[in-house]
């Protein structure tokens, strides 16, 4: 059974940092995408970054390129995603997310192509 479980949410004002992680568990795939969604209060879920294991192949959200960085720890099974210069409109609910599929330009934000989400943490930056 897969389990996807996030930590390192939190309150921060803006322009501060926070590395988000995720520990993940049971997955029987060799390769696999993992990456972050967010959920902002009253809006539409919105990728924000995705990692493929089987080369490193990253895609970012135009909204976060620059600020964020996506990592993966083979040896632990955790994702990371460092944020940095965070700003209010980054406050959502982050979850992690899983799919056996390798991402593509086209696909990677579409939250139905993954298949196994985390409960979230929340990320609050205040102004």
């Known amino acids: 059974q897969v389990q996807l479980v996030e930590s390192g949410g939190g309150s921060v004002q803006a322009g501060g940092s926070l590395r988000l992680s995720c520990v993940h568990s049971?997955?029987?795939?060799?390769?696999?995408?993992l990456g972050w969604f967010r959920r902002a209060p009253g809006k539409e879920r919105e990728g924000v970054a995705v990692?493929?294991?089987?080369?490193?192949?990253?895609y970012y959200a135009d909204s976060v390129k620059g600020r964020f960085t996506i990592s993966h720890d083979n040896a632990k099974n955790t994702l990371y995603l460092q944020m940095d210069s965070l700003k209010p409109e980054d406050t959502a609910m982050y979850y992690c997310?899983?799919?056996?599929?390798?991402?593509?330009?086209?696909?990677?934000?579409?939250?139905?192509?993954?298949?196994?989400w985390g409960q979230g943490t929340q990320v609050t930056v205040s102004s």
């Open positions: 997310v899983a799919s056996p599929h390798r991402p593509t330009g086209g696909t990677w934000y579409v939250p139905t192509v993954y298949t196994h």
């Open positions: 049971g997955y029987a795939y060799s390769t696999y995408s």
């Open positions: 990692i493929y294991t089987g080369g490193g192949v990253t």
